[in-house]
């Protein structure tokens, strides 16, 4: 059955760092594409950084200079690389990914989230 586990959360003080981790169930899948996305309390669930299966990368306005979306070179692994953090980035933070298993693909395989805490 393919998964897709996020860790790294926690509680950082402004201006902080973590580094958010996205790996499918099994090492035997391959991570095609992949998009964080947040959702805060009474908030929409938003993209925050997108990695394409080129490498190509986009961002949020709001995080473009402090988030770093990126991939291991076996692409089994997408980070998110979150540095300068501010209080208004709390929120749970979700990894979206299209998987490659051989020639099978399991498209929008959502996570379960990690929740992110940023103090002020």
């Known amino acids: 059955q393919v998964q897709v586990v996020e860790s790294g959360g926690g509680l950082v003080q402004a201006g902080g760092s973590l580094r958010l981790s996205c790996a499918a169930s099994?090492?035997?899948?391959?991570?095609?594409?992949a998009g964080w996305y947040r959702q805060g309390p009474g908030d929409r669930r938003e993209l925050v950084a997108g990695?394409?299966?080129?490498?190509?990368?986009n961002y949020e306005d709001s995080v473009k200079g402090r988030f770093t979306i990126s991939r291991d070179n076996a692409k089994t692994t997408v980070y998110l690389q979150m540095n300068n953090l501010k209080p208004e980035d709390t929120a749970v933070y979700y990894c979206?990914?299209?998987?490659?298993?051989?020639?099978?693909?399991?498209?929008?395989?959502w996570g379960q989230g990690t929740q992110v805490t940023v103090s002020s």
């Open positions: 979206n990914a299209d998987i490659r298993s051989g020639s099978t693909w399991y498209n929008d395989y």
């Open positions: 099994d090492t035997m899948f391959v991570i095609n594409a």
């Open positions: 990695i394409t299966s080129s490498g190509s990368t």
